[in-house]
């Protein structure tokens, strides 16, 4: 397998939580939404067909893995996901946790209003958090 390289501005905005079989798993620097982004471990992908079916297969998988953790986690009431790569073209999804009365309710979190960066406690205490549920929700 081709060297993995995490775009600079995904690693920025970023804390990581771990890697599992296909992704890297990340907690987005925005303390208004429960946020997760996947990277696929793969050189060269900016779209999720760019893929090997069974990388998509597995994506998928890890992507309800995810969303599952955050719903424990954060009870929230709606998962949004999405694979938009308008600003950073290296291919990542975004699993977002919502809840009615949110910073950005109903539309969409990306664009919606100035991120608010965890304090270097809170992203600690949430990385080892989500890493304790996401370690509970099975693989595949």
């Known amino acids: ?75 929230v009431e709606k998962i949004n996901v999405g694979a938009l790569g308008n600003v950073v073209p290296q291919l990542h999804v975004h699993v977002v946790g919502r809840r009615k009365g949110d910073a950005a309710w109903p539309g969409p979190v990306w664009g919606s209003g100035k991120a608010e960066a965890y304090s270097a406690a809170s992203r600690r205490s949430w990385v080892e958090r989500l890493s304790a549920e996401l370690a509970t929700v099975p693989a595949d």
């Open 1 to 75: 397998m081709a060297r993995f390289d995490l775009d600079a501005h995904l690693a920025a905005d970023t804390a990581t939580i771990g890697d599992w079989t296909l992704s890297r798993v990340l907690l987005m620097n925005d303390s208004r939404f429960p946020w997760l982004v996947l990277v696929p471990r793969r050189k060269g992908c900016t779209e999720v067909f760019d893929l090997s079916t069974d990388d998509q297969n597995m994506l998928m998988a890890e992507i309800a893995r995810a969303a599952l953790a955050i719903r424990a986690v954060f009870n």
